[in-house]
Protein backbone atom coordinates (compact mmCIF):
# COMPACT_ATOMS: atom_id res chain seq x y z
CA UNK A 1 0.00 0.00 0.00
CA UNK A 2 1.08 3.74 -0.65
CA UNK A 3 0.58 6.32 1.74
CA UNK A 4 0.72 9.98 1.47
CA UNK A 5 1.08 11.64 4.38
CA UNK A 6 -0.35 16.17 4.15
CA UNK A 7 -1.76 18.94 6.10
CA UNK A 8 1.70 19.73 7.95
CA UNK A 9 2.56 23.30 8.41
CA UNK A 10 3.81 26.05 10.33
CA UNK A 11 1.35 27.37 12.79
CA UNK A 12 1.20 28.60 16.56
CA UNK A 13 1.56 27.40 20.24
CA UNK A 14 -1.89 26.58 21.05
CA UNK A 15 -3.26 26.51 17.55
CA UNK A 16 -4.75 23.02 15.85
CA UNK A 17 -3.80 21.24 12.68
CA UNK A 18 -5.34 18.25 10.33
CA UNK A 19 -2.92 15.70 9.11
CA UNK A 20 -4.14 13.72 6.47
CA UNK A 21 -2.56 10.39 4.74
CA UNK A 22 -3.97 9.11 2.01
CA UNK A 23 -3.44 5.20 1.35
CA UNK A 24 -3.74 3.69 -2.12
CA UNK A 25 -3.10 0.31 -3.90
CA UNK A 26 -4.06 -2.29 -1.51
CA UNK A 27 -7.50 -2.84 0.43
CA UNK A 28 -7.29 0.15 3.02
CA UNK A 29 -9.44 -1.28 5.63
CA UNK A 30 -7.76 -4.44 6.14
CA UNK A 31 -4.43 -2.47 7.87
CA UNK A 32 -4.66 -0.61 11.14
CA UNK A 33 -3.23 2.92 10.75
CA UNK A 34 -1.02 4.79 13.04
CA UNK A 35 1.14 8.06 13.21
CA UNK A 36 4.68 8.62 14.56
CA UNK A 37 6.55 11.35 14.58
CA UNK A 38 10.26 12.65 14.66
CA UNK A 39 11.82 15.40 15.67
CA UNK A 40 15.28 16.93 15.19
CA UNK A 41 17.90 14.50 16.38
CA UNK A 42 15.37 12.19 18.45
CA UNK A 43 14.00 8.64 17.41
CA UNK A 44 11.04 8.43 15.41
CA UNK A 45 8.40 7.57 18.28
CA UNK A 46 4.30 6.52 18.23
CA UNK A 47 1.73 8.99 18.43
CA UNK A 48 -1.48 7.08 17.94
CA UNK A 49 -2.72 4.20 16.29
CA UNK A 50 -6.57 3.15 15.03
CA UNK A 51 -7.72 -0.52 14.56
CA UNK A 52 -9.06 -1.29 11.25
CA UNK A 53 -12.85 -0.16 12.05
CA UNK A 54 -11.83 2.45 13.69
CA UNK A 55 -13.44 1.73 16.58
CA UNK A 56 -10.38 1.23 18.66
CA UNK A 57 -7.47 3.72 19.18
CA UNK A 58 -4.13 3.85 20.86
CA UNK A 59 -2.36 7.11 21.79
CA UNK A 60 1.02 7.93 23.34
CA UNK A 61 0.54 9.81 26.72
CA UNK A 62 1.19 13.04 25.35
CA UNK A 63 -0.92 12.45 22.15
CA UNK A 64 -4.11 12.17 25.12
CA UNK A 65 -6.64 14.74 25.33
CA UNK A 66 -5.14 16.49 22.75
CA UNK A 67 -4.74 14.60 19.67
CA UNK A 68 -7.43 12.20 17.97
CA UNK A 69 -6.74 9.67 15.25
CA UNK A 70 -9.76 8.68 13.22
CA UNK A 71 -10.24 7.04 9.32
CA UNK A 72 -12.78 7.34 6.47
CA UNK A 73 -12.18 3.76 5.07
CA UNK A 74 -14.84 5.19 2.32
CA UNK A 75 -11.97 7.55 1.70
CA UNK A 76 -8.82 5.25 2.00
CA UNK A 77 -8.02 8.08 4.86
CA UNK A 78 -6.09 8.07 8.42
CA UNK A 79 -6.60 11.66 9.94
CA UNK A 80 -4.77 12.92 13.13
CA UNK A 81 -6.30 16.42 14.66
CA UNK A 82 -3.94 17.86 17.17
CA UNK A 83 -5.47 20.84 19.33
CA UNK A 84 -3.41 23.28 21.55
CA UNK A 85 -0.10 22.08 19.92
CA UNK A 86 2.84 22.88 21.43
CA UNK A 87 6.72 23.53 20.37
CA UNK A 88 7.43 20.22 21.27
CA UNK A 89 5.12 18.88 19.13
CA UNK A 90 6.65 20.14 16.31
CA UNK A 91 7.98 17.23 14.39
CA UNK A 92 7.99 15.19 11.10
CA UNK A 93 5.03 13.30 11.10
CA UNK A 94 4.76 10.08 9.85
CA UNK A 95 1.76 7.75 8.84
CA UNK A 96 2.44 4.09 8.77
CA UNK A 97 0.21 0.73 7.73
CA UNK A 98 0.13 -2.39 9.79
CA UNK A 99 -1.08 -6.11 8.22
CA UNK A 100 -1.57 -7.48 11.70
CA UNK A 101 -2.79 -6.84 14.83
CA UNK A 102 -0.75 -6.46 17.79
CA UNK A 103 0.06 -5.50 21.18
CA UNK A 104 3.48 -4.13 20.22
CA UNK A 105 1.33 -1.23 18.51
CA UNK A 106 3.75 1.47 19.40
CA UNK A 107 7.02 -0.26 18.00
CA UNK A 108 8.22 0.68 14.63
CA UNK A 109 8.36 -2.80 13.63
CA UNK A 110 5.25 -3.58 13.51
CA UNK A 111 4.52 -1.57 10.53
CA UNK A 112 4.72 -2.42 6.95
CA UNK A 113 3.79 0.42 4.93
CA UNK A 114 4.89 4.11 5.75
CA UNK A 115 4.34 7.50 4.32
CA UNK A 116 7.09 10.16 3.28
CA UNK A 117 6.33 12.69 6.19
CA UNK A 118 4.88 15.90 6.57
CA UNK A 119 6.61 18.39 8.65
CA UNK A 120 4.57 20.32 11.60
CA UNK A 121 6.49 23.36 13.25
CA UNK A 122 5.31 24.82 16.08
CA UNK A 123 6.47 28.33 17.12
CA UNK A 124 5.96 29.97 20.62
Known amino acids: VQLQASGGGLVQAGDSLRLSCAASGRTFSNYAMAWFRQAPGKEREFVARISRSGITAYYAEFAKGRFTISRDNAKNTVYLQMNSLKPEDSAVYYC??????????????????WGQGTLVTVSS
Open 96 to 113: AAASWSSNSYSQIREYDY
